[in-house]
């Protein structure tokens, strides 16, 4: 039961899960996007998310996702205070990075914000994005500094700026 555990993200929140910086990250925006609508995804919808979102994101890895986040979800209830739970569990596992890993994590979840807040029709997504991302900022092994930093840089690089600007 422990590996399984661990695969799915289920162990206990003294644990931690070992999820790769690359899947973290794309566990991250399909988990906001799980915990804003209330359902897990279909397998289809999580494919075409990730594979627009993250086209280099290993196709052999889109089953274990999608089995993580579904027991997830389950997990949760969708209750807030499970959410938290799953929340501080999930987001732990940046204190286990390596500085390079943790810097390309805050830029892909900063980038992918900004993009979220663009879309339309996912307002609330974003802010539940936006909320965990606040959240998560804690475990980051980097300075608040660098990362208000990769907030203004990602702005800027996905076009935030420009749009905010013009609306």
């Keep these: 039961m422990g590996l399984l555990s661990k695969l799915l993200g289920l162990n206990n929140e003294n644990d931690s899960n070992s999820d790769s910086p690359q899947t973290w990250t794309a566990k991250f925006l399909i988990l906001s996007?799980?915990?804003?609508?209330?359902?897990?995804?279909?397998?289809?919808?999580?494919?075409?998310?990730?594979?627009e979102a993250f086209p280099e994101f290993p196709k052999s890895e889109l089953n274990n996702l999608h089995s993580s986040v579904v027991a997830l979800h389950k997990k949760s209830g969708n209750n807030k205070t499970e959410w938290?739970?799953?929340?501080?569990?999930?987001?732990?596992q940046l204190k286990n990075f390596k500085l390079s890993e943790t810097f390309s994590v805050a830029k892909d979840i900063a980038s992918s914000a900004y993009i979220l807040k663009m879309t339309e029709g996912m307002e609330e997504v974003a802010e539940t994005y936006v909320y965990r991302m606040s959240q998560s900022e804690k475990y980051l092994l980097i300075s608040k500094q660098d990362f208000m930093y990769i907030l203004k840089e990602e702005a800027e690089n996905t076009g935030y700026n420009d749009y905010i600007n013009n609306a």
């Excluded at 209330?38 to 494919?47: H, R, T, V």
């Excluded at 938290?84 to 732990?92: L, R, T, V």
């Design 33 to 51: 996007m799980t915990e804003s609508t209330g359902e897990a995804p279909s397998l289809e919808e999580l494919k075409e998310v990730i594979e």
């Design 84 to 92: 938290d739970k799953i929340w501080d569990n999930f987001s732990s």
